[in-house]
Nanobody, 122 residues
């Protein structure tokens, strides 16, 4: 079992920045890939970014490329999502998730956090 706890969400004005963190505990020796997903009201959950265990492979949604950066610190069992130039359409609950290997497919992620709310005002 892996437990994931997100933090760093909040209210920010358009154009601002936030950094989300996700700390993993439990069976962290499994060398999981990690992903950040988001779900806005009335919309399906979508991949925002994902990163392999080594950090050598990353995926981004087209809507966040050039604005968001995913990274990880395996010594701290933590994955980050740096979000810059935020837009109102980035408003969503952001979830981190763990998978055996890096993938865009949410169904292949075995463990999920509870989510953190990000609200971007115009």
């Amino acid at each position: 079992q892996v437990q994931l706890v997100e933090s760093g969400g909040g209210l920010v004005q358009a154009g601002g920045s936030l950094r989300l963190s996700c700390v993993a505990s439990g069976r962290t020796s499994a060398r999981n890939a990690m992903g950040w997903f988001r779900q806005a009201p009335g919309k399906e959950r979508e991949l925002t970014a994902a990163i392999s265990w080594s950090g050598g492979i990353t995926y981004y949604a087209d809507s966040v490329k050039g604005r968001f950066t995913i990274s990880r610190d395996n010594a701290k069992n933590t994955v980050y999502l740096q979000m810059n130039s935020l837009k109102p359409e980035d408003t969503a609950v952001y979830y981190c998730a763990a998978a055996p290997s890096v993938t865009r497919n949410s169904r292949l992620y075995d463990y999920w956090g509870q989510g953190t709310q990000v609200t971007v005002s115009s």
